[in-house]
């Protein structure tokens, strides 16, 4: 045991020299997050949106879920748009939380212009599909 707890002291500290990733860090990393603010058409008050990454196999289960209309499938579509942005909505936003039924009800209100619902859907994709910041390299 006590060879054990040398051998990760060890590999700690080398990590921490090297500044090179340990499978710990990687695997204790939290849920990419976004928050976005928004101006409620009629309003002056701000109301902040909190959108939290989903996994990549939950990611994909929802594509799988939301499969193309035949003629969306014609037009190279890879999923039903229709179904896809407010099930993705629905999954990421965290605060407020919306049910698929209300985030339904958004996307397809004639209250809700292409532009707003826009917004929340790509708040959606960008905090499920942004990668790492990388610091550039300067010898690059």
Request: glycine residues 4%; aromatic residues 6%.
């Amino acid at each position: 045991m006590a060879e054990e707890i040398k051998a990760v002291a060890a590999r700690q500290a080398q990590s921490a020299a090297s500044k090179r990733a340990t499978f710990e860090q990687l695997t204790s990393k939290k849920r990419r997050e976004k928050e976005i603010t928004i101006i409620l058409p009629g309003s002056s008050d701000e109301v902040a949106l909190l959108f939290r990454a989903l996994g990549a196999k939950e990611y994909d289960k929802l594509v799988t879920a939301c499969p193309p209309t035949t003629e969306q499938k014609a037009q190279g579509e890879p999923y039903d748009a229709n179904k896809f942005a407010p099930s993705l909505i629905s999954h990421t936003l965290v605060d407020p939380e919306l049910s698929v039924a209300q985030a339904e009800e958004i996307w397809s209100s004639p209250e809700w212009s292409r532009g707003e619902v826009m917004t929340l859907y790509l708040a959606a994709l960008e905090v499920c599909s942004s990668g790492f910041d990388v610091p550039r390299n300067e010898s690059d």
